[in-house]
């Protein structure tokens, strides 16, 4: 069964701290994704990788950098946090298959102080 | 570029009733369409998917939806709701390999 872990279920971190956020994917998946959830916002997407090392912003790049350096893996950095990136967040993998849907991980919910 | 419109922020309904929750999406080809439920706390467990063929598909947990071209919907249906399908349920339509999702509609079930 498909399985994409994120390492944090809930994380506390303080304004300015630099934040990892990791997942790992199990599918050998080409595609990988971090989303952030806020209400009435729905889904939106900060930045996605199609292969190691390859990687292209979402809708909303800003504050956030990644890293893809083995294929399973695909972490988020927040290079300084700052209370506005307070959400919940979601990393999700997809095989560049067109018809396949994307696999979510449960989700990391991020606190800044 | 596509977009999805969930047009219902909230719903409430009565356990055993039935439900319908509505998807519009705004795409040129045709759509690859996703359903997916988001319990609370949790991530998104896909519940359905369509791509072409027969324009009712079923999915998980008794849920089902139809493909409208014409009306550009995709619309998710259950005959009777159970309690445990209070959640929250996200539209979604993938160009190449990135989904745009809808703001979704929380479901309350009452007793």
């Known amino acids: 069964d498909v399985k994409v872990t994120q390492s944090s279920r809930y994380l506390v971190k303080r304004t300015g701290e630099k934040v990892f956020l990791e997942c790992v994917q199990d599918m050998d998946h080409e595609n990988m994704f971090w989303y952030r959830q806020d209400p009435g916002l729905g889904l939106r997407l900060i930045y996605f990788?199609?292969?190691?090392?390859?990687?292209e912003k979402g809708d909303i790049p800003e504050g956030y950098s990644v890293s893809r350096e083995k294929k399973e893996r695909f972490s988020l950095i927040l290079e300084s946090a700052s209370t506005n990136q307070t959400s919940m967040y979601l990393c999700?993998?997809?095989?560049?298959?067109?018809?396949?849907?994307?696999?979510f991980g449960d989700g990391t919910r991020l606190s800044i102080l | 570029a596509q977009s999805v419109t969930q047009p219902d922020i909230h719903i409430t309904v009565s356990e055993g009733a039935s439900l319908e929750l509505r998807c519009n999406y705004s795409?040129?080809?045709?759509?690859?369409l996703f359903w997916y439920v988001q319990s609370p706390g949790q991530g998104l467990q896909l519940l359905l998917k369509y791509f072409s063929g027969d324009t009712l598909v079923q999915g998980i947990k008794g849920f089902e939806a139809e493909f409208k071209r014409s009306q550009s919907s995709f619309n998710l249906r259950k005959p009777s709701v159970h309690w445990s399908d209070a959640a929250e349920y996200f539209c979604a339509v993938r160009e190449d390999y990135k989904l745009s999702f809808g703001a979704g509609t929380t479901v309350t079930v009452r007793a």
């Open positions: 795409y040129g080809a045709t759509p690859y």
């Open positions: 990788s199609y292969d190691v090392k390859m990687k």
């Open positions: 999700a993998s997809t095989p560049s298959v067109q018809n396949q849907p994307q696999h």
